[in-house]
């Protein structure tokens, strides 16, 4: 029986500075405060879970719903003690986009600032990648 040896050399350098990793997904202050209320009255679940649909006109949709697990293949965003789970199918989609949460006189919602969409539908319901 022969062992293999896999040797490892380690070195420091300096002058080298290393860059955090940024998540796919941020978060807004509003956005945060939002989501910790909707929480504190649903102390079973331990987040928000985003994916995309197909919908609309002829793109697709974010989803939010709650969660009480983080799913096998969903990456996970802690910001400001509030945890958002992203669907495998919505990571590419997401990544760079700041989810911020606005009201006014008329409306409430989450609102997704994605840099990488090249449109949305004249609905409003979807976007395109």
Known sequence: M?????????????????????????????????????????PEHVGLKVGVRTRGCNGLSYTLEYTKTKGDSDEEVIQDGVRVFIEKKAQLTLLGTEMDYVEDKLSSEFVFNNPNIKGTCGCGESFNI
Not at 5 to 18: D, E, Q
């Open 2 to 42: 022969s062992a293999s040896l896999v040797r490892a050399t380690v070195r420091a350098v300096s002058k080298r500075k290393l860059q955090p990793t940024r998540a796919a997904l941020t978060l807004t202050p509003s956005a945060v405060n939002k989501i910790k209320q909707l929480l504190k009255d649903k």
